[in-house]
């Protein structure tokens, strides 16, 4: 890679996943909008060379993921944590054929949450993904995010297996309810 | 619904890929697995033996990676219908190098022949064309067929075709199920691995 002009560490955490999503040669990226994805939604859109596709529901960016793959692109997928529950099952899709598979996924319900129907699903997220046998990783500090992401990254298109890297709820800040 | 002209499964996917050219193919779960692979396996047929409702998005993905091949997607009512919503992220995006194909008999044919919401309520072509798609077509003999099928090549514009299909269950003709080979073959086949 050439030298950008702002060096990595000075950019926020979020601009800092964008450029490893860059760095991997990510082409298509499928998302359902989340507060927390706002700035890295912003970002895709901005990017000629990156396909933004806004979807209706979580799961039709697994099928996304594996027909751009399919096609010889690289796909990533942005969710929060309600949406990985509509996945489970077209996550065999990428389980029957290892398909290389990497989702961020803004976690609810887990840290200052005043929504407590936020909890049902924040609760089970990781256990939902390890369940159908995605390879989980967290992120709690700013400075882990991009590093964090790329380590998903590698290991889904090297290795074609699933992985999803969940966004703490405390990293992202809580909601504001009341404006 | 049931006095409509309808036309034989076999017929149709013969008609739809009679000149394939380049055409890529991502086929649902079930029947229209089987009708791909009557006319013969295929490295670029994707078939679906499962992820039910994903047939279409895995055709858009394609198509967005693909812009120098039109991209088919062949499923069925069950599959559309559970993936109504992949039906409006097409119309946002609007390949022009996608088309989709659903074959219609308004049943679930894998488990016993149910009805499905088509025989009844529910209008594809309507669907279709209120998520954006323009072009779309309701289709009930060959030589529509036949013109949409030359419309595929030449990939234009975002297509959709409802094609009333019998409800009948011809013998099925079962392609590899192994996943991992399915997905590294059509990657060899279409030059991107």
Known sequence: MSSKVTPLDSLDWRDQIFAALKSADIRQIGYVPDAGHARLIELVHADPHIRAVSLTTEEEGIALAAGAWLGGQRAALLMQSSGVGNCINMLSLAKSCRFPLTILVTMRGEWAEFNPWQVAMGSKTQAALELMDVLVYRVEAEQDAAETVTAALDIAFNGSLATAVLLSQRLIGAKRWVK | ?193
């Not at chain 2, 499962?50 to 895995?58: E, L, N, R, S, W």
């Not at chain 2, 995006?93 to 149910?114: C, H, K, W």
Request: proline share 5%; charged share 20%.
């Open chain 2, 1 to 193: 619904m049931t006095n409509q002209k309808r036309l034989d499964r076999r017929a149709a996917i013969g008609v739809l890929l009679a000149e394939r050219g380049d055409i890529l193919v991502v086929t649902g779960l079930g029947s229209t697995t089987y009708d791909a692979a009557s006319l013969g396996d295929d490295e670029r047929n994707f078939y679906l033996w499962g992820a039910m409702g994903g047939a279409t998005m895995v055709g858009l993905g394609v198509a967005i990676a693909r812009p120098d091949r039109p991209v088919l997607v062949v499923t069925g009512d069950g599959d559309a219908l559970m993936g109504l919503g992949s039906l409006a992220t097409v119309g946002v995006q609007s390949p022009p190098n996608l088309a989709i194909a659903v074959f219609d008999n308004g049943r679930y044919a894998e488990t016993g022949m149910q009805p499905s919401h088509t025989d009844s309520a529910v209008n594809l072509v309507g669907v279709a064309r209120s998520c954006g798609i323009e072009a779309a077509f309701d289709i009930a003999d060959e030589a529509a067929l036949a013109d949409f099928a030359r419309r595929v090549q030449r990939a234009e514009c975002t297509l959709f075709a409802r094609v009333a299909i019998l409800a009948e269950e011809p013998p099925r003709v079962l392609p590899p199920r192994d996943g991992v080979l399915l997905k590294n073959r059509f990657r060899r086949a279409t030059g991107v691995e």
